[in-house]
């Protein structure tokens, strides 16, 4: 990617200060430099003197007139650009269709004819094209993305987000046993080649994997034959590379596992047993993990992407996302579409919310997701997941502008009206403006959209 202006962007900054808090950042003036990064961040900006701003610029050896400034209007307040740690982007034309199937029968009927399909390459460029565009503008500035088994394809994804601008993981999808024929690896060491050669290309477009980066992503235990897990484990201790699949999600699949691996104690034992557990690893859903599989995802400092719409559609369970952050997981959100049925980050929030909710009618109160938190996870959880804290997440100085404008309609005023779906009266606290957010906001308060400092998307009204 080419290198872009340096801008300045004024006003309000909200972002996670903490898992419970989030903090809210007014009069401020960001400074951006052609490559994404945040150079200076100036307080009371508007309270500044000359003086004091152009020590600033002198500082940073800019001038002012190179300098593109974006202003948010009153109301308006920049946020992170949210991280979607698990999303199927070869699943985006089912997003909704799922009838009353189960996971099982769900990847029969729905899923593989779907990924199979995109092999024609036309198909996969419209269906490509579109999931990015439409995350994009719901706020993802970083998607952890699945594509299918086919190279040519999962390669197209890789150039459509570097071209779209959207920073992004890409797997291409490995399973040779327990699948259909016309949709399924010939054996390990070809589901292997398949996957070097995703990584070249995707290393050969970007080649510091500034923006694109390839994950080794075996679909799960269950398509995996133990041969074909042990060579993706033994590719990610030569690559270093990140790894994703899915754990646990539904309660048929952990008995067919156990089938399938009597050798090991547990589903996580099998990724542990094959050198796929690690700080690298994104594990998407976690539904029904043992309290001792999660004290060894901890100590493996492995990852957890939840996905609550996902896993309340097809009818996978509720995850027990306090006792994981309580024992100290790092934790993100995930669409996990099209087994959710929405390609945002806000629904996923909202989601996670509900559904700690259900798990609080168990029994337990504890266990209620705040606000805060869910917003937490779809941020700054989300960079610890897909291992970029110290760029993404939140806003600080040496970390990188991935970022969104919202807006909150004013039911006071007719222009601002059509800007949203929500409407805030003036008297709200921030605390009461970020919840009427996540709870009637949608991609019409997404008034901009950035990533590394570049403009990727911003509403036609
Ligand atoms: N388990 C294996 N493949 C999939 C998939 O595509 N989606 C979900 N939700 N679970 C899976
Ligand atoms: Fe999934």
Known sequence: MGVGSRS????????????????????????????????????????????????????????????????????????????????HASQYANAGIFGKTTLMDWLNTYTFPMEASLSDAFKAKTVYSRVIQRTISHGTTTAAYYATISVPSTNLLADLCLSFGQRAFIGRCCMDTMAPDFYKDESPASAIADTRATIAHITNIDPKHALVTPIITPRFAVSCTSKLLHGLGALQKETDLPVQTHISENKNEIKLVKELFPDHSSYTHVYDGHGLLGPKTILAHAVHLSEEEVDLVKIREAKISHCPASNSAITSGTAKVRMMLDKGLQIGLGTDMSGGYSPSILEAAKQAHLVSRHVAMEGDDNTKLSVEEVLFLATKGGSQVVGLSDKIGSFGVGMEWDAQLISLGSAADPVEEGLGSVDVFGWESWEEKMAKWLFGGDDRNTLAVWVKGRLVHERKI
């Not at 401020?28 to 150079?39: H, L, P, S, T």
């Open 8 to 87: 300045l962007f004024v006003g309000t900054l909200v972002h996670s200060k903490s898992l419970e808090e989030l903090e809210y950042l007014e009069d401020i003036a960001v400074f951006v430099d052609e490559n994404g990064v945040i150079a200076a961040i100036q307080t009371k900006y508007s309270k500044a003197t000359t003086e004091e701003v152009d020590a600033i610029f002198q500082k940073l050896g800019w001038a002012r007139e190179d300098v593109v400034v974006k202003t948010a209007k009153n109301g308006e307040f920049f946020f992170p650009g949210f991280i979607d740690t698990h999303i």
